[in-house]
């Protein structure tokens, strides 16, 4: 039984960081790319960061580029997101999820195969 369990969410104000966890078992770890989705009361879920199973390649959207860190320690069978310089429209509920699709579409829900619960960001001004 593949599991993810994310940790980390909280209440933090504008401008500050957070640092999400997304700790995964039932299945090496090491083999599958992993990413980080987000998804804000009202909207749709939506795509934040990816990192390659090694680690040597990671992607983001454009609204967090520079300001988010996507990282993984495969020994730790681990993922991590970084947020540095939150804003408001960063508040969200984000969840990690792990597949074996092509890295090419990184960033599309259904490559991916399993997700975490999610942990709720609340960024306050």
């Known amino acids: 039984q593949v599991q993810l369990v994310e940790s980390g969410g909280g209440l933090v104000q504008a401008g500050g960081s957070q640092k999400l966890s997304c700790a995964a078992s039932g299945r090496t770890f090491s083999n599958y790319f992993m990413g980080w989705f987000r998804q804000a009361p009202g909207k749709e879920r939506e795509f934040v960061a990816a990192?390659?199973?090694?680690?040597?390649?990671?992607y983001y959207a454009d609204s967090v580029k520079g300001r988010f860190a996507i990282s993984r320690d495969n020994a730790k069978n681990t993922a991590y997101l970084q947020m540095n310089n939150l804003k408001r429209d960063d508040t969200a509920t984000y969840y990690c999820?792990?597949?074996?699709?092509?890295?090419?579409?990184?960033?599309?829900?259904?490559?991916?195969?399993?997700w975490g619960q999610g942990t709720q960001v609340t960024v306050s001004s």
């Open positions: 999820a792990t597949g074996p699709s092509a890295w090419r579409q990184k960033t599309t829900e259904s490559s991916y195969d399993y």
């Open positions: 990192i390659s199973s090694s680690g040597g390649r990671t």
